[in-house]
């Protein structure tokens, strides 16, 4: 549903000042609960990857830890690369770890 952005290739390592940042949480506030948790679930990774977050299987995911496989272009050696689900990321994540639909 999220539609490529070109030219972002090489990373973009621009950021959201405190208030844009603000504004689009207030906006995520606003969208319906699943839509606002996997946006937020993007924001409070903190800058991973979209397309690895995206294809974590739901057995990759525990109460604690989320296993990404990283491979940086070397799709025969990926090693796990975990996240930790903190507590603010549990409650982010809640409407995604009910259902685990997707």
């Keep these: ?7 972002t290739k090489g990373g973009n390592t ?12 207030r906006y995520l ?7 606002a948790a996997i946006a937020k679930a ?10 690895q977050l995206v294809s ?7 109460d604690d830890v ?6 940086k272009g070397r ?3 990926a090693w796990e690369h975990l996240l930790p689900i903190t507590l603010r ?6 409407p995604l770890l009910h259902t685990r639909l997707g």
């Design 14 to 25: 621009e950021s959201l000042t405190p208030v844009e940042l603000a504004e689009l949480l």
């Design 42 to 51: 993007f924001l409070y990774f903190g800058g991973q990857r979209l397309r």
């Design 56 to 62: 974590v299987p739901w057995d990759g995911v525990s």
């Design 89 to 94: 990321l549990k409650e982010v994540m809640q």
């Design 66 to 71: 989320l296993v990404l496989l990283d491979a």
């Design 29 to 35: 506030d606003k969208q319906p609960e699943r839509y």
């Design 1 to 7: 549903m999220i539609p490529a952005i070109s030219g």
């Design 75 to 77: 799709k025969d050696s």
